[in-house]
Every structure is written in structure tokens, then in C-alpha cells.
Nanobody
């Protein structure tokens, strides 16, 4: 069974940091560009970041550029998102996915940025 499982979310104060993790099973991430997407309360899915299969190329939404860093460990079949300088508007459920549109995403991990 193809599955993506996200973890690492939580409640953090503005300006704080979190590191999200995503572990894949049932397929090898080695062959895929992988992405993080998010969904804020009452809003649609928003693309956050994408990383190439080899990990050498990454891209970011303007809203997170300079604050978030995407990475991967193909040996561990895993994807990561380091989030720094968090803002209340970063509050959302975060998903890892095979595409920028969120295809095949997992169940998500909740991030709440609030004082």
C-alpha cells in the first residue's frame, strides 16, 4: 500500500520553529520530485515547496521563501520541512505529496502558530 505519513506538527509561538517529517512506504521516493502543501482553516490547498528527486533543486512559495527549507533523505525514504520564523498565517495542516497539487498526500500534520 502506497502511504505517506507526516509528523512533527504542533503549537508554536510566532517566531518559533518546527521540523516536519514525512515517511513514505509502498514506493520509493527516489524517483520522484516531492512536495509539501498546506491547507489553512477554511481555505484550499496551497503549494509550499518542491524538491527534485536528487535533492539538488528546490523551489518555494513566495509566502515561505527564506523561512522554510525542504530536504530529503532518499535512503530513509523521507522528506522534511524545516520551518523557521513562523507566523500566524502559517497555521495549517501540512501534507507531503507526490505533486504540487497534493496528489497522494498523507493524512497531514497540524501546525498552529499562536501566542
Amino acid at each position: 500500500e502506497v502511504q505517506l505519513v507526516e509528523s512533527g506538527g504542533g503549537l508554536v509561538q510566532p517566531g518559533g520553529s518546527l521540523r516536519l517529517s514525512c515517511v513514505a512506504s509502498g514506493f520509493s521516493v527516489t524517483s520522484y520530485y516531492m512536495s509539501w502543501v498546506r491547507q489553512a482553516p477554511g481555505k484550499g490547498l496551497e503549494w509550499v515547496s518542491t524538491i527534485s528527486a536528487g535533492g539538488t533543486i528546490s523551489s518555494y512559495a513566495d509566502s515561505v521563501k527564506g523561512r522554510f527549507t525542504i530536504s530529503r533523505d532518499n535512503a530513509k525514504n523521507s522528506l522534511y520541512l524545516q520551518m523557521n520564523s513562523l507566523k500566524p498565517e502559517d497555521t495549517a495542516v501540512y501534507y507531503c505529496a507526490k505533486t504540487r497539487s497534493g496528489t497522494g498526500r498523507g493524512q497531514g500534520t497540524q501546525v498552529i502558530v499562536s501566542s
